[in-house]
Structures are given as structure tokens and as C-alpha cells.
């Protein structure tokens, strides 16, 4: 354990507890580390739950009549198309900071020393923020477009939408574990900022850019 790192885990916090540096190993302070069996099932339930979240919104959305006349926030048509973009640019401004402020806590950003008990609270709170500023976007686009597979960027764009919701899920579920190994915290967080980069590529950048892909 020579490579192990002292964190304030607040008590909210418990699936940091299993982090050792090495971010492999699964074993808890003062706990009993669960055995290959349990945490392969504890693991394969967070992936149903994801996959069964991204399942039924895709399904709705697919099986849903588009309704491009829907507004958001009394914008419609290119006005709503616009504010959605500056939205998710929000959103993945967000995305970012959380990225941070999680390496923060993980020791991972030099020299700035071990994070506070309030990074802790602000990641949750940022979350929670982030979290309610996709709800009204992704409203709009299930109810006005559905999901649609007109184009490899559309289908990939529709498709990760979906698959927030069901990341996101198992990251709460995650995050709530005493008893996974210390990499799935880290790996469901990196999967979530990853898929906010992708819903922001493909959506927003796209309107930014003209109605096309960068290079496309
Ligand atoms: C809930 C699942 C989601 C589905 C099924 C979905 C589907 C779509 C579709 C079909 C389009 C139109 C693409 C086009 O025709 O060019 C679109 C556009 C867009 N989406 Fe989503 N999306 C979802 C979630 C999200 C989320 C979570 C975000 C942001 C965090 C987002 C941001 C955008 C943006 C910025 C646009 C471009 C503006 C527009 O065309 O209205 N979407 N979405």
C-alpha cells in the first residue's frame, strides 16, 4: 500500500473510500472487501439499470411523433435551436468543472493539496445543477424530434441522449456504494463528462458551426 493517498471521505462519500492510488484494488476502510462474485453482480445490476434507462427512453422516443413546433422557454424554431446550443454549452462547462473538482478530491491536481470537505459538497451541488439544466433540453428534443436516425450524427446524438439518463442513474448508484472497487466512481464520472462532450459535438457545435460538423 505504498501507493495509498489519505482522503477526508465525507460521510456521503463512501465510494471514495475504496480509492488506493493504484485505483484497483477493492478493498474499504474497515470493511470486508467484497469477493470477485458479488462485486461482478453488484456491477452487472448498475449496468442493467443504465442499459434499461437508455432502453426505455429510446424506445419512447423512437416510437414518438416529432413535434417541431415545440417551444422552450417560449422560443421556438431557430430561437430555441440557439438557446438549447448555449445551454449545453453551460452544461458542458459544468461537466468540466466537475471533472475538476473530482480529480481535486482524488489528490490528482498538483499543487494545489489535499481538497477541502467543501469540494465535496460543491461536486454534489454542481451535479444537482447540471443534472436540471439537461431536463427542459432534453425535454425539448424527445418531444419535438424524438429519437431520430436521419445520419450517423443524429442517430450518435440521439442514441447518447438516452444514455445520459442511464449513466447518470449509475453514477448516483455508484456514488451511494460501500462496496464496489475503486475504479467504477472514476470510470462512471469520466463516462458521463465524455458523453456530455458527445451531446454537445453533435448538437450544439453543430449549430455553432453552421449546421455542420467541424470539417464535415
Ligand atoms: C433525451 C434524449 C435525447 C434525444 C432523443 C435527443 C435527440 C435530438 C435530435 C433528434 C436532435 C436534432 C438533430 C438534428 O436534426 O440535427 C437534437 C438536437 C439537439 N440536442 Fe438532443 N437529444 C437528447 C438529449 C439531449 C441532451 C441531454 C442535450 C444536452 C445536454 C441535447 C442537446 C441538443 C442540442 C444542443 C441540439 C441542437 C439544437 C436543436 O436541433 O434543437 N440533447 N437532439
Known amino acids: 500500500m505504498a501507493d495509498s493517498v489519505t482522503l477526508a471521505v465525507p460521510e456521503h462519500r463512501p465510494a471514495l473510500r475504496h480509492w488506493n492510488g493504484g485505483g484497483m484494488t477493492a478493498t474499504g476502510l474497515g470493511q470486508h472487501p467484497p469477493t470477485g462474485g458479488s462485486t461482478v453482480r453488484r ?14 427512453l429510446a424506445v419512447f422516443g423512437a416510437e414518438h411523433s416529432p413535434n417541431y413546433t415545440f417551444g422552450l422557454f417560449g422560443s421556438s424554431g431557430t430561437g430555441a435551436i440557439s438557446l438549447k446550443s448555449r445551454i449545453s454549452t453551460g452544461i458542458l462547462a459544468l461537466a468540466l468543472v466537475q471533472l475538476l473538482l473530482a480529480l481535486w478530491m482524488y489528490g490528482r491536481v498538483p499543487g494545489v493539496g489535499a481538497a477541502p470537505s467543501q469540494v465535496g459538497r460543491l461536486h454534489r451541488a454542481t451535479g444537482i445543477v447540471l443534472f436540471l439544466a439537461t431536463l427542459p433540453v432534453a425535454v425539448h428534443c424527445m418531444v419535438a424530434y424524438g429519437v431520430q436516425t436521419t445520419s450517423a ?3 450518435v446524438h440521439s442514441l447518447a441522449g438516452c444514455f445520459f439518463y442511464g449513466a447518470f442513474l449509475s453514477k448516483i448508484l455508484v456514488v451511494r456504494s460501500r462496496q464496489l472497487p475503486g475504479w467504477v466512481l472514476p470510470t462512471a464520472g469520466g463516462v458521463l463528462v465524455a458523453v456530455i462532450a458527445v451531446l454537445w459535438y453533435s ?10 460538423l467541424p470539417g464535415g
Open 153 to 155: 450524427r443524429v442517430t
Open 203 to 212: 448538437g450544439a457545435l453543430w449549430f455553432f458551426n453552421g449546421y455542420q
Open 43 to 56: 456491477l452487472a445490476w448498475v449496468i442493467a439499470a443504465a442499459a434499461a434507462v437508455t432502453a426505455a
